[in-house]
């Protein structure tokens, strides 16, 4: 498990990363369109591309959010309970969520390959965007590993915090 433990928080820095410099490019395109568009010469295929960012900044920086357990807690209930039934919730709350991400990422491969097959194309610039679908579909499933190591720490008796 330290393997895992070790192998996610590369794999997680790295996604993170890489969706950090999407929303800057996201960003940047955004403005320059804007003062483009002002001069009456805007960017063709802004929207599209600033929507495969989109995805891009949602789908890897959720692995990064789960890892480092920047995420919500609902503590108000939680803190109530004694130690061994708050793990018993962490572990439940997080089958449910690797059932969950584990489903998304098996339709978005689905949907990947249908996209694939079917030669769709973004409509301005005439590019395939399957390949952010499976890089998305990816991201579910390294999410999924993120709950096996939560599960496991938890079992291994390290607190939920």
């Known amino acids: 498990m330290v393997r895992l433990n070790e192998f996610l928080r590369v794999v997680t820095k ?29 960017i063709i295929g802004t929207f599209e591309v600033v929507g495969l960012l989109l995805a ?6 959720i692995p990064t959010v789960s890892y480092d357990k920047g995420h919500v807690f609902m503590e108000v ?17 997080r089958l449910i969520c ?3 991400f584990a489903a998304v990422g098996v339709n ?3 949907t990947a390959n249908e996209f694939r097959v079917a030669g769709e194309v973004l409509p301005t610039l005439n590019v395939p965007f399957y390949p952010v679908t499976y890089g998305v579909g990816i991201c579910c ?7 096996v190591n939560e599960i496991a720490r938890i079992w291994r008796g390290e607190r939920y915090e």
Do not use: Q, W
């Open 98 to 100: 690797l059932l969950l």
């Open 141 to 147: 499933f390294i999410e999924c590993l993120v709950f």
């Open 56 to 61: 891009f900044v949602i789908g890897f920086t």
């Open 77 to 93: 209930v939680l803190e109530r309970l004694d130690n061994k039934t708050k793990d018993i919730m962490n572990v439940f709350t």
């Open 108 to 110: 978005l491969f689905r």
């Open 14 to 42: 790295f996604l993170n990363y890489t969706g950090s410099v999407a929303l800057t490019i996201m960003m940047l395109l955004t403005v320059t369109d804007v003062i483009m568009r002002a001069f009456g010469h805007p």
